[in-house]
């Protein structure tokens, strides 16, 4: 029998909702907690800020005509979000788009409610999207047995791989990087502090992590896994890439980043331009261990 590769254990319940925020269903876990550790609100660089808690990445990119918010991450998170927006001089309701990295419940958990404070386009991958909508763990998805419900959000639309999204002066551009799920999406953008600008990628996981009886290697249980992170490593591999988040900001070494840019490091410890093949480096060996595993099973 196989391992189950996924430890946390998950339920979806529903708590009284706060004066701010709606009924909403809450997430337990054994790593709910530490995730939803609150995090002092901080800008990355230029027009984007780091607005989600401690353990999980919800990014704001702001511009004079309303902002762009990357990831929703837990349902009792959003109070956090709401308050972090708000520090940092802007509103909740000045979000005009919402999208996601990909739609478990510690990204996605929180979308439903903070499209219902913002009134915000929600806007995902085709197979995300159908997650989106029914609240239902997606067929496909490596981690399906035992998935976790999300609150189902209305008037998902989707877009095309490729496709730049724009509100006012900002643009985002998606790029489909399946694997950890069949719709994860990465976006890339530029953000800048007077004349100079960055290239930014807020890069999906890639981490071969399922539950259950799923093996990577079987074409019954996700039949292009293989081909999928092949294509998302490329991505990697390719993009321009100076600043690099993922939606577990530990993966991205934000905090260390961040602790060497408050000692007045330089020049700016957020600035790398080989994190991203790194990361690709990093993910390839994670699977190439997965799938070793796996074959010895």
């Known amino acids: 029998m196989r391992n189950l590769v996924l430890l946390v254990t998950c339920l979806a319940i529903v708590v009284p909702g706060r004066p701010l925020l709606a009924q909403k269903p809450a997430s337990s876990c054994s790593a709910c907690p530490e995730w939803n550790r609150p995090q002092k609100p901080f800008r990355i660089f230029g027009n984007t800020y780091y607005v989600g808690p401690h353990g999980l990445s919800s990014i704001l990119i702001t511009s004079d005509k309303g902002h762009i918010l990357i990831d929703g991450t837990l349902p009792e998170s959003v109070e956090q979000i709401v308050t972090s927006i708000k520090a940092l001089g802007f509103r909740i309701e000045d979000v005009k788009l919402i999208v996601n990295s990909h739609v478990h419940f510690d990204h996605a958990g929180g979308i439903a409610e903070l499209q219902r404070l913002s009134g915000a386009r929600v806007l995902a ?21 035992g998935g976790h419900k999300i609150a189902p959000v209305q008037n998902v639309h989707e877009f095309h791989d490729g496709e730049t999204l724009e509100v006012g002066n ?12 069949p719709g994860g999406t990465s976006w890339t953008w530029r953000s800048c502090e007077g004349e100079i600008c960055r290239n930014m990628v807020y890069a999906d996981s890639l981490a071969p992590v399922s539950s259950g009886e799923f093996h990577f290697s079987d074409k019954r249980d996700y039949p292009h896994a293989l081909e999928d992170f092949e294509k998302s490593f490329h991505f990697l591999e390719t993009a321009p890439c100076d600043i690099l988040i993922t939606p577990h900001p530990d993966a991205s070494g934000l905090w260390e980043h961040l602790a060497d840019r408050e000692k007045g490091i330089t020049p700016d410890p957020m600035l790398n331009p080989n ?9 390839r060996a994670n699977l190439r261990q997965r799938l070793n595993e796996e074959g010895k099973k």
């Open 275 to 283: 994190a991203c093949r790194a990361l690709a480096e990093d993910s």
């Open 125 to 145: 991958s085709p197979w995300s999207a159908t997650v989106l909508r029914s609240g239902e763990p997606g067929r496909g998805d490596p981690q399906f047995q």
């Open 170 to 181: 900002v643009s985002i551009t998606a790029h489909f990087t399946p694997g950890h799920t």
